[in-house]
């Protein structure tokens, strides 16, 4: 096991429930990474995957220790940054809101509510305000070539829907359920947020592979989700999201980003440079450097 010192990824990869390695990968290393956010959920595999040094997180822990509101997303994302990742696939169960999207088949959303509680969502704080834009919160490039890609491996894809995050670790009341079909949502998870701000406020781009695993618990004939057949289905989706995301991988190639992402700080950094404290800025040292120089 070796540290992240000299070491550099060109796009991260989050593993959700039961995708806890990218078997595709060669040249492996695995690394042991400090934050100054603490320790990420667990060593960084990073490798080799069409060209492109990968760098692949496993979200819950190997063995999926980590409830969602357990999960130290703020090390994961900063853990990505330091490696000098530009792009994140989150890879991601969910539960289906909508008829038309069944168990097996992939959503790649294009928005979100937030129903969690208490979820810390922002590296920024202690002396020093930051406002994102987050109206449109997955980046819509990534996106599309991950739906692309998804498509194209012959799974089953919708392009956009509303994913709604819940607070866990319990699944949703029946009432729940039915209201937020109410607000025309799509899909149901635990996991996208903070993660989806967080890379925000890093300026990474990230879009979500939600593999649909239930269809929660409003439908009249269906049986109503349990964690046993969330595992059952989950099984089969992993075997897609390996293909998906090599595929996505492999056509994103050498392009460079051009979509708003890698700027999301540029007119967010609300506190003039000399109130901040030195050791919020020493912190932020890898967010702030590019617009601040170093502390």
């Known amino acids: 096991m070796t540290t992240a010192r000299g070491h550099s990824a060109d796009l991260g990869v989050i593993g959700g429930s039961g995708f806890y390695e990218l078997s595709e990968l060669s040249d492996v290393e695995t690394l042991e990474i400090s934050t100054p956010f603490g320790a990420p959920t667990s060593p960084l595999t990073i490798g080799t995957l069409a060209g492109r040094r990968i760098a692949f997180i496993a979200r819950h822990g ?100 509303t994913l709604v995050v819940i607070e866990g670790p319990a699944f949703s009341t029946r009432a729940e359920s039915r209201l937020y079909r109410s607000w025309d949502a799509a899909i149901i ?50 075997v897609h999201a390996r293909g998906i995301v090599a595929e996505t991988i492999a056509r994103l190639g050498p392009r460079r980003r051009e979509c708003g992402c890698g700027d999301a700080l540029a007119a967010a950094l609300v506190t003039p440079e000399e109130f901040v404290p030195i050791e919020t800025r020493r912190r932020l040292a890898l967010l702030l450097s590019r617009y601040w120089g170093r502390a």
């Open 62 to 161: 190997y063995g999926h220790r980590l409830l969602p509101s357990e999960l130290p997303a703020h090390a994961n994302i900063y853990a990505l940054k330091q490696l000098a990742v530009e792009r994140v696939i989150a890879v991601s169960a969910v539960g289906s809101l909508r008829e038309e999207i069944a168990p097996r088949h992939a959503v790649v959303p294009d928005q979100l509510i937030d129903r969690t509680r208490g979820r810390e969502s922002t590296f920024f704080g202690d002396g020093m305000v930051a406002h994102v834009g987050f109206a449109d919160p997955f980046c819509p490039d990534l996106s599309a070539t991950l739906a692309d890609a998804s498509h194209d491996a012959g799974v089953s894809t919708h392009r956009g829907g």
């Open 189 to 238: 998870g635990m996991t996208a947020l903070p993660e989806a701000k967080l890379a925000r406020e890093a300026e990474l781009c990230y879009a979500s592979l939600s593999l649909v695993t239930d269809y929660d618990v409003w439908h009249e004939t269906e049986a109503d989700v349990t964690a046993a057949a969330v595992v059952e289905t989950l099984q089969a989706n992993v």
